[in-house]
T-cell receptor
Framework: KNQVEQSPQSLIILEGKNCTLQ??????????LRWYKQDTGRGPVSLTI?????NTKSNGRYTATLDADTKQSSLHITASQLSDSASYIC????????FGAGTRLTVKP | DAGVIQSPRHEVTEMGQEVTLRCKPI?????LFWYRQTMMRGLELLIY????????DSGMPEDRFSAKMPNASFSTLKIQPSEPRDSAVYFC?????????????FGSGTRLTVV
């Protein structure tokens, strides 16, 4: 069983709308959690990184939250743009890195 | 810096042939990672190097896979003989410092198709 579960698997929203992606993990011990954006045909690009003590971190229109007690993280995208269409991957680091399967986001005009 | 550079971008080969994927990490980065990505399994760590030395190759699927890092600026991932189930996108990533801290920079990947 994957130790990092992401939901939804895919999501379609209209341009300008907000959305929230979820990441639940069972990885332990926990070192840090990263969200990556992967455009089609490209390598993943880091959006945020959070350690155990951080609850929220923003990067422009992207805001990540972390609840280390419940082992949940979310990535909130505000005022979505067409260029936000990509896969978003949650990565949890402990002794090694554990990847979620990703959420495929499609933003339509 | 041009980032992590991988070549080729696409590779189509016949089953049984040898395939070599190449990676140039970001200058100064002392960790290098090889990942494989498929729709079914997502991103999987195959092997990583620290200061050119292989540290953990437990993710290498089988003996047909081998990786080398002869110097700080170059690494190869070789598959011999290749099989259709090896078809995937192979990513190389590098970072500076310890494995847990800091950010990883990924290359654009090599899309391998074995027919």
């Amino acid at each position: 069983k994957n130790q990092v579960e992401q939901s939804p698997q895919s999501l379609i929203i209209l341009e300008g709308k907000n959305c929230t992606l979820q990441c639940n993990y069972t990885v332990s011990p926990f070192s840090n959690l990263r969200w990556y954006k992967q455009d089609t045909g490209r390598g993943p690009v880091s959006l945020t990184i959070m350690t155990f003590s951080e609850n929220t971190k923003s990067n422009g229109r992207y805001t990540a939250t972390l609840d280390a007690d419940t082992k949940q993280s979310s990535l909130h995208i505000t005022a979505s743009q067409l260029s936000d269409s990509a896969s978003y991957i949650c990565v949890v680091s402990a002794d090694d890195m554990r990847f979620g399967a990703g959420t495929r986001l499609t933003v339509k005009p | 810096d041009a980032g992590v550079i991988q070549s080729p971008r696409h590779e189509v080969t016949e089953m049984g042939q040898e395939v070599t994927l190449r990676c140039k990490p970001i200058s100064g980065h002392d960790y290098l990672f090889w990942y494989r990505q498929t729709m079914m399994r997502g991103l999987e760590l195959l092997i990583y190097f620290n200061n050119n030395v292989p540290i953990d190759d437990s993710g290498m699927p089988e003996d047909r896979f081998s990786a080398k890092m002869p110097n700080a600026s170059f690494s190869t991932l070789k598959i011999q003989p290749s099989e259709p189930r090896d078809s995937a996108v192979y990513f190389c990533a590098s970072r500076l410092g310890g494995r847990q801290g800091g950010g990883y920079t990924f290359g654009s990947g090599t899309r391998l198709t074995v027919v």
